[in-house]
């Protein structure tokens, strides 16, 4: 999976990409908060990647929207 964290108006920050496993989400996790304090996640996946991804992220204090 593709993933870019954003700016609050909207600016591309970075580019990274990350294996669609528990272990790729954690790390994705521990890239995004290089980038400042998350506010949201959102989700666009194809079938079981999106949702496994979406059913990650909505574990404490996270928001996901899909």
């Given amino acids: 999976?593709?993933?870019?964290?954003?700016?609050?108006?909207?600016?591309?920050?970075?580019?990274?990409?990350?294996?669609?496993?528990?272990?790729?989400?954690?790390?994705?996790?521990?890239?995004?908060?290089?980038?400042g304090q998350t506010a949201a996640f959102g989700v666009e996946g194809t079938g079981a990647y999106g949702a496994g991804l979406a059913r990650y992220l909505r574990g404490p204090g996270s928001w996901s929207s899909r």
């Fill in 1 to 35: 999976m593709r993933e870019a964290p954003i700016d609050e108006v909207g600016r591309s920050l970075a580019d990274a990409g990350f294996p669609t496993t528990p272990q790729g989400y954690r790390r994705l996790l521990a890239w995004a908060g290089e980038y």
